[in-house]
Every structure is written in structure tokens, then in C-alpha cells.
């Protein structure tokens, strides 16, 4: 199986702040990794397919960008609304394994 | 509109069965394959399991296998997940997902979810 690490697993930061949230995977699941966001209570929200590619809806402060097994989620200027817990997810190969989670508060 | 709506979720204790299910409306069901993913109290996803456009492919994690059965009517447009041999660890809420692709293939990704339905076992 497929294992995802996600660092770092909490961060503060202020409105305005760039954000970056790291996952890894222990092989090589070429771009087949989604990036999603959960506020409390509520169902995670798609934001990024496949590394790159920005969900319709979805404000362009969000990025994502890939390196090997080395993905990558950057907020360029954090705003109110994006405080959230984020979670990757290699679509890559069963059983889909998800990132433990990165809380931004 | 998109819509996914569990239902099925009780306080079962251990050793018991319970079924999940999920209406799905707004888009063309039997196009898309289906998931199950499932959040413990204050902890992070799991995905469950995942089932094609025809119910010809079925995957499972291997926390689960060998006790959930997933299943699809596409002429009913629901998604079902047969719960057996219950443990105080699958206590969580389950969610529904529609996937991007018809198969079980390397690239997808889940576009919608459900709100979910709480599974708790329990004495």
C-alpha cells in the first residue's frame, strides 16, 4: 500500500500569509494526488486535482505543484475562509490513501 | 444540483450488521464510479471503499475487507454498504463520494460529497 505523509500536521498563521502544506508519498503515483479542504462539521471540499489542476470554483490563491513524490499545496495570502484542516490523497492505486491532515489555524 | 445523501447510520453494538446508503441525484449516475470514505470522531479520512460504473470493480481498504460489501442499482441511483461483524473502531461518519472517472483507475478524484451518516458501535 501506498503511505502519505503530510507535513507539518498544525501551523498558524495570519491572514495575509503564504501558506505551503508538503505531502509525501512512499512511491511514485506520478500526479495522481488531490488536495481537499474540511472546515469543523462540515464535508471536505474538492480544491486540486490531479497536482495541478485548480477546481471550478476555486479561488486562484490556491496552487498546487509536484516534485517526484513531493506534492505540494500553497495559499499565496491566507484569507478567514481558508481556515481549515487539508488533506491529500494519492488516486494513484487501491486501496486510496489519504494524508493524515494538516490543521491551519 | 448534485446531490448525495446517506442515510443508515445507528448505534449498533459489536458483532452486528448495519447498511449504508446513499441517493444520488443531478447527474447521470451510471456514469461515474462511486466511494465510501469515513472519518473517526476527531480524527482524519479513510477511504473505505470503491465500486465502478457497473459494479464490475469493487476495491476495499484492508481495514474493512472481508466485512463491508459495497453494491450500486444504478436504476435506483443509490450506492449501498453492507456493514458485517461491526467493531467499536469503525465507530465514524461515512461519507459518499462521486468520483471523476467510470472506473477504478489511477486519476481519479472525488468532485462531490455527501454530508455523511454516523456509525457508532457500541455496547
Known amino acids: 500500500d501506498i503511505q502519505m505523509t503530510q507535513s507539518p500536521s498544525s501551523l498558524s498563521a495570519s491572514v495575509g500569509d503564504r501558506v505551503t502544506i508538503t505531502c509525501r508519498a512512499s512511491?511514485?503515483?506520478?500526479?495522481?494526488l488531490g488536495w481537499y479542504q474540511q472546515k469543523p462539521g462540515k464535508a471536505p471540499k474538492r480544491l486540486i486535482s490531479?497536482?495541478?489542476s485548480l477546481q471550478s470554483g476555486v479561488p486562484s490563491r490556491f496552487s498546487g505543484s509536484a516534485s517526484g513524490t513531493e506534492f505540494t499545496l500553497t495559499i499565496s495570502s491566507l484569507q478567514p475562509e481558508d481556515f481549515a484542516t487539508y488533506y491529500c490523497?494519492?488516486?494513484?492505486?487501491?486501496?486510496?490513501?489519504f494524508g493524515p491532515g494538516t490543521k491551519v489555524d | 444540483e448534485i446531490q448525495l445523501v446517506e442515510s443508515g447510520g445507528d448505534l449498533v453494538q459489536p458483532g452486528r450488521s448495519l447498511r449504508l446508503s446513499c441517493a444520488a441525484s443531478?447527474?447521470?449516475?451510471?456514469?461515474?464510479?462511486m466511494h465510501w470514505v469515513r472519518q473517526a470522531p476527531g480524527k482524519g479520512l479513510e477511504w473505505v471503499s470503491g465500486?465502478?460504473?457497473?459494479?464490475?470493480?469493487?476495491a476495499y481498504a484492508d481495514s474493512v475487507k472481508g466485512r463491508f460489501s459495497i453494491s450500486r442499482d444504478n436504476a435506483q441511483n443509490s450506492l449501498h454498504l453492507q456493514m458485517n461483524s461491526l467493531r467499536p473502531e469503525d465507530t465514524a461518519l461515512f461519507y459518499c463520494?462521486?468520483?471523476?472517472?467510470?472506473?477504478?483507475?489511477?486519476?481519479?478524484?472525488?468532485?462531490?460529497w455527501g454530508q455523511g451518516t454516523l456509525v457508532t458501535v457500541s455496547s
Open positions: 463520494t462521486k468520483d471523476i472517472q467510470a472506473i477504478l483507475s489511477p486519476g481519479g478524484y472525488f468532485d462531490y
Open positions: 443531478g447527474f447521470t449516475f451510471d456514469d461515474y464510479a
Open positions: 465500486i465502478s460504473w457497473n459494479g464490475g470493480s469493487v
Open positions: 512511491q511514485g503515483i506520478r500526479v495522481d
Open positions: 490531479a497536482a495541478f
Open positions: 490523497l494519492q488516486h494513484h492505486s487501491y486501496p486510496l490513501t
